[in-house]
């Protein structure tokens, strides 16, 4: 089932916003100036205590159906507290998951529509992101860092590439490490999907060396979901 | 006489410097709610208990970078939904965009079943699960989790006047699951 048609992304009419507002009235969550406008609405306008009644009515169900949902299991906080103990300590953690995971939703927050549309736009965010990434994954790495896009940039230069999704969990410290192992650098991305490109050699590789290559990372699923050849 | 509790901000700076009982003592406060908010989305209490581990793991790794911009709640429940539908989409195995997750709706209970309900308030309840998640899940967050505009929004990471079209679009969405019920709630 899709509501799709029923979700037109223009603005709303005045008295559509009005109805749109009526659950944060109810919910006492709308900002000084917005709870104003609804109030006289309704007084000037008495068909709007419709909406308002049809709210009410909206809140106690929302209410009732959340308190009827399963609660966690009895053990949540003990399995919380045993995947931290294993972990270790968490400082400096998370640096590059977390702007992956901004990407993700920035991403997942943008209609294909839109996507088309920023096109140009979009490519260059990827393209700086890619390069915080990379500064946070190989910055220590002996070769420097490159914006992929500049002149004689790391996605322009000769070698063997390949297209990755990393899962959600891996980090970045284990992602780095791997990337230093494998001689790889990030040199583009992430592209919608989360695809990041990879220089996995120097210079291009022998068709087996390549697909040796390509299946050392398919391997690694602990840290890649996916790995594809790219030109 | 005891003293104010410790705010959520404080207890994300004491998880940031590895202080444990302050982990145990977010989690307290707010795994509930964010557990019934997996459940929403995931449409199933299968696999919430799941997902609502790595969010707090990730607390955990990531205290030190909450910048304040919203209230831990706002953050946590951002963090649910993103991990939430990335767990629909590895269990469907499909690619899931935020528009086509916007398209997915509950098998509902169907009309004949709903007007069977004893009460237009549990006819109501009934018709919520007829929503797709996109709108679903603004109704919970105004509702139930108490959210301003400009949180749902950043939540959902979509504009604010496109979190007012949903919310719009979904209440008129069960008006409609309502009259195919049978029963006319007098709006719109």
Known sequence: MSDKSHTPSGPLAERDELDALMPWFVAGTLSPKDRARVEAALAADPSLQASLRAAEAEFEAVLADNDARAVPGHDAIDKLMARIDKAGPAVGRGVAATMVERLGRLLQGLTPKTLALAGAGLAALALVEAGFLSRALVGSAEDPYHIASGPGGLA??????VLVQFVDTATSGAIASYLRDLDAQIVAGPAA????RLRIAPKPLSAAEYNAKVAA??????????VAAAP | MTGAAESDEELLRRIAGGDRLAMRVLFARHHMRVHRFICGL?????GADDVLNDVFFDVWQQAGRFEGRSSVSTWLLGMARYKALSARRKRSDDPLDDELAGAIADEADDPEVIVQKKS?????????????????SVIDLVYYHEKSIEDVAQIMAVPVNTIKTRMFYARRKLSELLAAAGIDRGWP
């Open chain 1, 156 to 161: 322009q230069r000769e070698g063997a590439f």
């Open chain 1, 193 to 196: 999907g989360g695809l990041y």
């Open chain 1, 217 to 226: 990372l398919a391997q690694r699923r602990d840290l890649i979901r996916s």
């Open chain 2, 42 to 46: 995931l449409r199933s209490d299968a």
């Open chain 2, 120 to 136: 237009k308030g549990e006819a109501l309840r009934g018709c919520l699960a007829g929503l797709s998640n996109e709108h679903r």
